[in-house]
Nanobody
Framework: QVQLVESGGGLAQAGGSLTLSCATS????????MAWFRQAPGKEREFVAR????????DIQDYLKGRFTLARDNAKDTLNLQMNSLKPDATAMYYC?????WGPGTQVTVSS
């Protein structure tokens, strides 16, 4: 089973940026689909973004488009989520997902 470890979370001010990274125990170039989800306090987990190997396609949650981008780093075997123009509602635990495997998560807190 693939191991996933997220990093890059922390405290940011509204309007700021953070880059989350998900390190995998497998070669990311061989993984078909990987995704980021998030869960805010008291809310359900929600989809953030997905990377598909075939066609090198990415899918970003509609209301995050233009501010969040997703990219694979095949050399480092990481999936990186660049988050710009952060808003306080981005405060959540962010999880990297591959199939049924979830990482432990990394906390993002955005202050107003």
């Amino acid at each position: 089973q693939v191991q996933l470890v997220e990093s890059g979370g922390g405290l940011a001010q509204a309007g700021g940026s953070l880059t989350l990274s998900c390190a995998t125990s497998e070669r990311i170039a061989s993984i078909d689909v990987m995704a980021w989800f998030r869960q805010a306090p008291g809310k359900e987990r929600e989809f953030v973004a997905r990377s598909r190997r075939f066609g090198s396609k990415t899918d970003i949650q509609d209301y995050l488009k233009g501010r969040f981008t997703l990219a694979r780093d095949n050399a480092k075997d990481t999936l990186n989520l660049q988050m710009n123009s952060l808003k306080p509602d981005a405060t959540a635990m962010y999880y990297c997902v591959r199939g049924s495997s979830w990482g432990p998560g990394t906390q993002v807190t955005v202050s107003s």
